[in-house]
């Protein structure tokens, strides 16, 4: 995870009241607090250095001072067109101006996950999946399009897989799974219902769980073993589950991708058995 701003933003949902404070005065302000003492920032933003702190805790950095060097970062890395926010686009609009609305959206959900990743979390999630037998990947409503995506892209290099999409089948899967496996639970929110219960008594049982939701403190990722996060962009219902669909696909390219290098050959010879069988079938 490498963009302090990003981390902020996305994190603002599992922060308290309080430490929300402290949030908006940063991003209200990024530059001021690079040269800011944390007393001088505990004033301005009417809250204790203790606030501030813990507001650091829960965002993933270990201190005030690795906030600042983050920001600093972050801001010398900003691209020159500046901050653009993602806004809901409004009713009657003509087609022009919905395929610059989506283009965009897509682009900058694309880009904030991006700079959600933390490559050592990949790196295990990757060899977690590799070295299990089975892979269980879970998920309902927008998220188990994505589950079944995955688990098409696992048949392909021959690495067994399934997509489990219905809450009865989630738990009875979930009570069968062993050490030897692993579970993929998909949640934007975190919080879905269906995907919390599979999780826990997949943790019962000692399976290694991977989570991908939405940055921050939620249900399934506490749960989780490995935690990814696609970036949480979708502020209205006009937007469904469009921009968060595309986020957490480009975490499973990534993750697929990843698999796939570790031993390039065999997955491209596998990659092409399938593709002729398909190219080729009666």
């Known amino acids: ?129 590799l070295s299990s037998k089975r892979i269980a990947v879970a998920g309902v409503g927008a998220s188990a399009i994505v589950a079944m995506d995955f688990e098409q892209k696992c048949k392909r290099i021959n690495k067994w897989c399934e997509a489990v999409t219905d809450s009865h089948t989630q738990l009875m899967t979930a009570v069968h799974l062993t050490e030897e496996d692993v579970m993929l639970a998909i949640s934007y929110s975190g919080e879905t219902k269906e995907i919390v219960e599979a999780v826990q008594i997949a943790k019962e049982n000692r399976v290694p769980i991977i989570s991908l939701t939405r940055y921050g403190n939620n249900k399934v990722q506490s749960l989780a073993d ?31 991708t990843g698999m796939i290098s570790i031993d390039m050959a065999k997955s491209v010879e596998l990659l092409n058995v399938t593709r002729e069988v398909i190219k080729h079938r009666k």
């Open 1 to 129: 995870m490498n963009n302090t701003l990003e981390r902020i933003k996305q994190g603002l949902h599992s922060l308290s009241p309080s430490e929300k404070k402290v949030a908006a005065y940063i991003l209200h302000d990024p530059e001021c607090i690079l040269t800011m003492p944390i007393a001088e920032l505990s004033k301005k933003s009417t809250t204790s250095e203790a606030t501030i702190i813990r507001m650091c805790r829960t965002l993933q950095f270990k201190g005030y001072h690795e906030l600042k060097l983050g920001m600093a970062a972050a801001l010398n890395n900003q691209t020159a067109e500046g901050e653009i926010y993602y806004a809901d686009i409004p009713a009657d609009q003509g087609l022009n101006q919905i395929v610059d609305y989506v283009s965009y959206s897509t682009m900058q959900s694309i880009k904030s996950t991006i700079s959600l990743v933390d490559i050592k979390d990949m790196e295990a999630a990757v060899q977690t999946i």
């Open 226 to 256: 490995i935690n990814l996060y696609a970036s949480p962009t979708e502020h209205s219902i006009r937007s469904a589950a469009t921009v968060s669909r595309i986020s957490q696909l480009s975490v499973i390219d990534i993750l697929f």
